[in-house]
């Protein structure tokens, strides 16, 4: 009886310690979150959404429920990999890297953008095809996807969408659950105009409104009669745009990593690595971060460095899947 019940112990420690500490009640979630509003000129502290809610721990899922990624944390560990291809071996402590797979690609988006010239400007300069999403309705959100537009970037629309904490301002030209169909592609529109040439969109927040069928559905038939791209930011466990997106023929998909949770270059830089070997391992993978100064900074000193692992940077549009299973995000 004794072995037994520590039998049935040591494996309910492997269990909880096989699945990553940053995916909380939904095995389908992806690391990190954390999404907000830059709060004025030259700031970009954001009102997160996260571990237990957009801020100071609400619960956040729609049934009341913790369904939210957890922030800053690290992985918990993982059990033994087998295979040929597994990251690592146990066997003489040899650690064995995943086969790359041929042609990988990643995209990285600078949300929040419009409200700082300064930023913009450095996101422009940026090599390569790196995407900025505009936040609607500021004083320099159309100057701002001008000028990105005119430095050959990606642009896209970063909606503000209904969080489900209250007291989280997503800012001007949001998205409520409780809007009418047409109200939400009257606004939808006119958050369009604020950001000319928009490629695609995503959300700015967003967990109570990305859960929203009805919500998503609305938003996304926007989307589709404009010939756009949706990118699911992921602000909680529980959105449905990806699916929404698959069944409506939008072109979605999900991104992997958000870079900049912890603003520190190093964390960073163990971010943007993680992006790339998702993306050399997987095929493709999308990284979402901020125009904190110390991103941009290891934005602008690493981007050439990725060629010799395999990896190319792509548009976002060029991730994109319409209708299909790819459209979500891999586990």
Not at 35 to 58: F, I, L, Q, V, Y
Not at 129 to 146: C, D, N, Y
Not at 167 to 193: C, K, Q
Request: glycine share 10%.
């Amino acid at each position: 009886m004794f072995l037994f019940a520590a039998g049935f112990g040591a494996a309910l420690l492997w269990n909880r310690g096989s699945r990553p500490a940053e995916v909380v009640a939904s095995p389908k979630a992806p690391s990190r979150a954390g999404k907000g509003r830059a709060t004025g000129p030259g700031s970009h502290a954001r009102a997160t959404e996260g571990a237990n809610g957009e801020r100071d721990g609400k619960p956040s899922a729609p049934d009341g429920s913790n369904g939210f990624e957890a922030i800053g944390t690290e992985p918990e560990p993982a059990p033994p990999p087998t295979g040929r291809n597994s990251r690592a071996s146990t066997e003489e402590g040899i650690v064995l890297s995943r086969e790359a797979v041929p042609g990988a690609r990643l995209a990285i988006v600078i949300d929040d953008l419009g409200n700082d010239p300064a930023a913009a400007a450095r996101v422009a300069a940026l090599a390569g095809p790196i995407a900025g999403a505009v936040l609607p309705a500021l004083g320099r959100s159309r100057e701002t996807a001008l000028a990105l537009a005119r430095a050959g970037k990606e642009v896209l629309l970063h909606l503000p969408m209904e969080p489900i904490d209250s007291r989280a301002d997503p800012g001007p030209g949001v998205v409520r659950v409780a809007m009418s169909r047409r109200e939400i592609a009257a606004l939808v529109t006119a958050d369009l105009e604020d950001v000319p040439g928009a490629d695609g969109v995503n959300n700015h927040m967003g967990s109570k409104a990305s859960a929203s069928r009805a919500t998503m559905d609305a938003i996304l038939g926007i989307v589709k009669d404009r010939g756009l791209y949706f990118l699911d930011s992921r602000t909680t466990a529980f959105t449905v745009a990806a699916e929404e997106a698959a069944r409506l023929g939008v072109p979605c998909r999900s991104r992997s990593i958000f870079l900049d949770d912890v603003a520190d270059e190093k964390a960073i830089g163990a971010q943007l690595d993680a992006a790339v070997e998702e993306a050399r391992t997987q095929g493709a993978a999308i990284a979402i971060g901020h125009p904190h100064s110390a991103t941009l900074g290891v934005l602008e000193r690493e981007l050439s460095r990725w060629s010799a692992r395999g990896v190319s940077l792509s548009r976002v549009g060029d991730l994109m899947s319409r209708g299909t299973s790819a459209a979500r995000r891999s586990p």
